[in-house]
């Protein structure tokens, strides 16, 4: 495998030990296989599901003892998995194309948004009036954020020599206060991000474009895992995935009630989660996972990816039956939300 960030891989044994949900790694319960989970960020509503699952006991009566570990983007949830530092992780998925193509062995094993949500928040006294005219602007994003990793493929959809902006880093928690303070005139966010801002700023004088509005469609936040893993521990794998994906169900059936189950676990805006859950159902709620089931693959949205990451990010050097694995063996479709 290529040298990835190197800064980042010395630390990932102790970060994984300070992120596993405050409290050093214990052994699993009785009858049950200890099983990591890396998030792509900290905490979000999207993550409601996995403590959903913890909260009624879904994974262990599958025989899992699941740890969740807060994320540092997509960019290191790739690293995670090829260093063998969690059995499944939650990434962008063009980013894991990128890492597969550089060497890392990362597959995707199921989807969490079916459409992508990818956006930038800027000023409006800017003048941009497209996302094109980010060029020559000071853009924030955190290093191993995804939107950093997918910028070039975006940025040549657009007509916009990806070197035309100044990046601005900060760290993982920072955006919001990235463009408050104004330390930058754009910053690379989710669209369920907007509630975040709202609670932190006068938004009457932002404005956002979604990518996706602007020819990014492809599979966005996904599960990975590592070849390894998808050949010794499949079992653990299906039994993961079909729990999620009927734990995603229920949270979208259910967005008050997850959120409030999240908040058991985790410290957040309730309120502001709530919003970016019913947000991010716009992102799931597709005819593709309507027919497919919850979560799961389709080879045609497979494809689709791979050509965008093809055509406009790097030429991939595998064919695309070696990104993908089907795990999810139980088809959830109940879209009926509140």
Known sequence: MKKFTVVLLIALAAMTMVFAQGAEEAKPAAGLEKFKLQLNWTIAADHAPYYVAIKNGWYE???????????QGSGYSAQMVDAGKCDVAICDAPVAFQFRND???????????????????????????????????TVAVPPTDGHKVMWPAFAAMIGVDPQSVEFVNIDSTAKVSALASRNADVVFELLSGYPNFKAAMDTSKIGNFL???????CYAHSYIASDETI???????????????????????????????????QPI?????????LIEQSFILTERFKQNGICTLDPAGVQATYNLVNQYQTALNFPVEDIYAMVITE??????VK
């Open 103 to 137: 060497g890392a062995s990362v597959k995707l094993i199921g989807v969490v948004f079916d459409k992508h949500q990818n956006s930038m928040y800027y000023y409006l006294d800017t003048g941009m009036q497209s996302p094109a005219d980010v060029a020559g602007k």
């Open 211 to 217: 990518w996706a509005d602007y020819g990014f469609e």
């Open 269 to 277: 805006n309730k309120a502001a989660l709530v919003e970016s859950l």
């Open 61 to 71: 009566e599958a025989g899992l003892d699941v740890e969740v570990i807060i994320g």
């Open 231 to 265: 050949a010794k521990k499949s079992a653990q794998l299906e039994k993961f995935m079909n729990v999620t994906a009927r734990a995603w169900e229920w949270t979208i059936t259910h967005p008050e009630e997850a959120i409030d189950i999240l908040a058991e676990y």
């Open 331 to 336: 088809k959830y479709t109940n879209f009926d």
